[in-house]
Every structure is written in C-alpha cells, then in structure tokens.
C-alpha cells in the first residue's frame, strides 16, 4: 500500500465507501424502529441488555462503544419510554444497572422482523454476510489496537 490509494476518485476512497455505508446501514436500521419510537443507539443498547439483563452503565458504555456523556441520555429517554429499568447493584451502590422492561422483553421477536424486513428489501439475501461480518471484525480489531496505541 501506498500513496498512490488517494489517487482516486471520491467514490473510490475507502473513507467514503464506509461513509456511505454506515449512512445507508444507519437509515436502513432507523426505518425498521422507527414504528418502535426507537433509535439506533437505542437500539443497540437493547442488543446488549438482550444478551446479558442487568448490566452496569459503564459495561453498556464498553459493550456499544459510547461514551457516558452519550449514553445517560439514551438510557434516561428509554426510561421515559419504559424499553428499560434502572436500579442500583445489590452490593455496590455507586453502581447503577439497566434492565429489560417486559416492553423490551416481548418487542425482541416484533423489532427483529421489521428490521428482517428492511434487510431483505435492501437485498441483503444476495450478500455473503458471514464474511462480511469476519472483515468487518478484523477492520475493527486492527482500528482498536491503533487506537489504543495512540
């Protein structure tokens, strides 16, 4: 690799086609909750709570990639909206944990269809999505580990 990859037009600049792509994904993802009153970010916090209920804000913070500034007003929104709960831990009372409200609970299978949908309408059907999940993983891992470093 060298410099000659920025020798090329816009729409064939790494940058931009990630761009583009994060937009589409990002408007794609916001038609299928927008019946939900959800948001992206909303959404991708009940993706964690779906896999572990329960969880501190700071484990939620890691898990999706946001920082607290960006996510206590998520979180306190989605209480308003009844998708989630808060209590303090058990143990530790400096430590607030999130959990499912039987809203999130029993709209799981209802958002995964429309979201199904909006993905087949996209034609995703005809992608290899495996694979493109295994580069996507390995972009992140090699940005994290720069980033890290940094």
Excluded at 37 to 47: A, G
Excluded at 59 to 86: D, F, Y
Excluded at 114 to 123: F, K, V, Y
């Amino acid at each position: 690799m060298d410099e000659s990859i920025f020798d090329r037009q816009l729409d064939e600049q790494l940058c931009f086609r990630l761009y583009r792509a994060s937009n589409g994904i990002n408007k794609m993802y916001g038609r299928a909750l927008k019946i939900f009153q959800l948001t992206f970010p909303q959404y991708l916090v009940l993706l964690a709570l779906w896999d572990n209920d329960g969880l501190p804000i700071m484990t939620i913070g890691s898990q999706t990639g946001m920082g607290i500034g960006t996510l206590n007003p998520i979180l306190k929104r989605m209480a308003e909206n009844e998708w989630i709960e808060k209590s303090q831990h058990p143990t530790d009372k400096r430590t607030m944990l999130i959990s499912l409200s039987a809203k999130a609970k029993e709209s799981k299978q209802p958002i995964n269809q429309a979201i199904l949908a909006e993905m087949i309408s996209c034609n995703f059907e005809g992608m290899d999505l495996p694979e493109l999940m295994l580069q996507l993983a390995n972009l992140q891992q090699r940005l994290d580990t720069i980033n890290e470093n940094k």
